[in-house]
């Protein structure tokens, strides 16, 4: 049973990279680096923060505004609330404290004089990670917070016996392109190497122990991701 969807995700996961990584095959070549601890210095710490997503629910707290305050706010597909005086407002991959400033900001300029405002994420509903490859239970998986590598595969159950622990990869979509940094999870685990933080629709592809595995042939067409945080 396990193995049967273990298939079928590798399988999914499988036909939308190579749809994804074929415009890429040319560059290859110049892209087979492996991209183990990179931070760039220059991000924000938001970086590391929460997105809110389509779907989401939030809680929007004016203080000493009670008709302002609104609970259980959905966020509806295309990324946008709707609220008292301001109207629609964007909340996709905006962090909360960001939002929070954004809705202060706009009632601040026709309605109160010093707004407060807090925004806090009431129900996740769009944060996802697809763990696939060699582990136990492969499959997509809610994100709840701020998630770690060695976290998402633990969702899976951990790796299988025929998994090269060496070589796990995080797959994220950059501008719609797919770009890929390999980790050794391994050295992770014992605490000899920093633990990247996942976020929603990564996909952690965990290689086999072959050397020629079909994963492994897929992530090296991609591009070396760049941008992560760590936890």
Same mark, same amino acid.
């Not at 601890?37 to 389509?54: E, F, H, L």
């Not at 809705?103 to 407060?116: M, W």
């Not at 917070?145 to 990869?169: C, I, Q």
């Given at each position: 049973?396990?193995?049967?969807?273990?298939?079928?995700?590798?399988?999914?996961?499988?036909?939308?990279?190579?749809?994804?990584?074929?415009?890429?095959?040319?560059? @290859?070549?110049?892209?087979?680096? %492996?991209?183990?601890?990179? @931070?760039?210095?220059?991000?924000?710490?938001?970086?590391?923060? !929460?997105?809110?997503?389509?779907?989401?629910?939030?809680?929007?707290?004016?203080?000493?505004? &009670?008709?302002?305050?609104?609970?259980?706010?959905?966020?509806?597909?295309?990324?946008?609330?709707?609220?008292?005086?301001?109207?629609?407002?964007?909340?996709?991959? &905006?962090?909360?404290?960001?939002?929070?400033?954004?809705?202060?900001? &706009?009632?601040?300029?026709? !309605?109160?004089?010093?707004?407060?405002?807090?925004?806090?994420?009431?129900?996740?509903? /769009?944060?996802?990670?697809?763990?696939?490859?060699?582990?136990?239970?492969?499959?997509?998986?809610?994100?709840?917070?701020?998630?770690?590598?060695?976290?998402?595969?633990?969702?899976? &159950?951990?790796?299988?016996? @025929?998994?090269?622990?060496?070589?796990?990869?995080? %797959?994220?979509?950059?501008?719609?392109?797919?770009?890929?940094?390999?980790?050794?999870?391994?050295?992770?685990?014992?605490?000899? @190497?920093?633990?990247?933080?996942?976020?929603?629709?990564?996909?952690?592809?965990?290689?086999?122990?072959? /050397?020629?595995?079909?994963?492994?042939?897929?992530?090296?067409?991609?591009?070396?991701? !760049?941008?992560?945080?760590?936890?």
């Amino acid at each position: 049973m396990i193995q049967s969807r273990s298939r079928r995700v590798a399988l999914t996961v499988f036909g939308a990279l190579v749809a994804a990584a074929a415009p890429l095959a040319s560059r @290859a070549a110049d892209n087979t680096a %492996v991209v183990s601890s990179i @931070a760039s210095a220059n991000q924000p710490t938001a970086v590391g923060d !929460y997105r809110i997503g389509p779907l989401d629910k939030l809680n929007v707290l004016v203080f000493e505004v &009670k008709d302002l305050t609104i609970e259980n706010l959905q966020v509806d597909a295309s990324g946008q609330i709707l609220l008292p005086l301001i109207g629609v407002v964007v909340a996709k991959d &905006k962090t909360t404290t960001e939002l929070s400033s954004e809705i202060a900001d &706009k009632l601040k300029e026709h !309605y109160l004089q010093s707004p407060q405002v807090s925004v806090t994420v009431a129900d996740t509903a /769009s944060q996802k990670v697809t763990v696939t490859g060699a582990v136990n239970d492969a499959g997509v998986f809610e994100l709840k917070g701020r998630t770690s590598l060695l976290e998402a595969v633990a969702r899976a &159950k951990g790796v299988s016996k @025929a998994a090269n622990m060496r070589h796990v990869n995080i %797959v994220r979509s950059v501008d719609g392109v797919p770009h890929a940094a390999t980790f050794d999870l391994a050295a992770i685990s014992a605490g000899k @190497a920093r633990n990247p933080e996942v976020i929603a629709n990564d996909v952690i592809i965990v290689d086999t122990s072959k /050397s020629k595995s079909v994963w492994h042939g897929m992530v090296e067409m991609m591009p070396a991701l !760049y941008l992560l945080t760590f936890l």
